[in-house]
C-alpha cells in the first residue's frame, strides 16, 4: 500500500468499469492496467476485482475498501493541490476552462481572444464537453454552464438567461409561407431535432413532448450542426437565440422565446481557487465580457 500510483490505478478502474476506459482516464495502455492491477492483487493476496462477461470489472468487498480509502487519499491530495493553487498570484501558467461547443463556436472564443490580449503570460486549455467536468478532481479550473451549479463547493455568479426558440433558412420560410406562429404549428414542418437517444437535455426533452417524431427529417447530436441544417434549408431548428440570432443566413421561425425553455449562464470555479490570480482574470475579462451581451442570450437582441 506504499505505491499511491496502485491505488489510482484500482479507483481508476473502478470508475471505469473497464480496463481499457480505465487506461484513457490514466493515460496508460490497456496491458500496462492489466499488468499493473495483477501484480497488485498478487501482493496483497485479495482479489479487487470480479472479471465479468464483456470486459466488466466489478468491485469485490476488498475492492470496495480499497478505492473508498484511494478517494479519501485523492480528495486530502486535491484539496491540497487547490489550496496551494488558490494562493497562486501569478499571471501566468495553464488555465483550463470548459464549456459547451455552441457557446464556444458562437460568444466564447472572441472573448478568449480579447483574454489573450490582456494576459498573455496565460495559456488557456478549453475543454469542449458535453458531460459536466469535475472542478473538484480539477478536471477543469473555471466552467461555462448552462444551469445552476448544485455542488456546495463551487464559486461563481449567473451570468445571463439563455433565451430558446426555433429558426430557419429565409428561403425556407418563403417556400412555406411564413414563420409559424406558435408551437401548434410544427407538425406542418420539417424538423431539425436531437438524436433519439439524447435524453436528460431540456432543448430534446421538450421536443419529444411536443413534436411527433414523424416530423423529423435531419437529427445530429450537435446544435452547432442543427444550425447549420437549419441554414441550409433542411427544416426547423430549436436554438438558444445567442446562437440562431448571431447565425448570418438564419431567422426567427417563432417571434418569441419559449417560456419553457428559459435557461441560465454561469461562471462557476471551485471556492478554493476563486483567489487564484489566473481564475479572477478570466472573470473580469471572458465572464464581464459575455454578461455585457446579455440582451443578445436573452434574446432581445434579434
Known sequence: MEDWNELRLVLAVARAGSLTSAAGLLGIDHSTVFRRLNAFEQRLAVRLFERLPG???QLTSAGQRTAAAAERMEDEALALARDIAGADGRLSGRLRVTSSETLAYSRLTKHLAEFR?????IVVELAIENRVLSLSRREADVALRPIR???GDLWGRKLAGVAWTFFAAQAYLDAHGSPIAGPAAL???SLVGWE???GGIM???WLDRNVSPDSFVYRTNSLVNQSVAARAGIGLALLPCYLGDNEPGLVRALAEPIEELAGELWIVTH???KGTARVRAFFDVVGEGLARER????GRAG
Open 196 to 198: 433519439e437517444t439524447a
Open 295 to 298: 440582451d443578445l442570450f436573452e
Open 55 to 57: 470486459g466488466v470489472y
Open 187 to 189: 407538425g406542418t414542418h
Open 203 to 205: 432543448a430534446a426533452d
Open 271 to 273: 471556492q478554493d481557487l
Open 117 to 121: 490580449t490582456v494576459h498573455p503570460g
Open 149 to 151: 451549479p448544485k455542488e
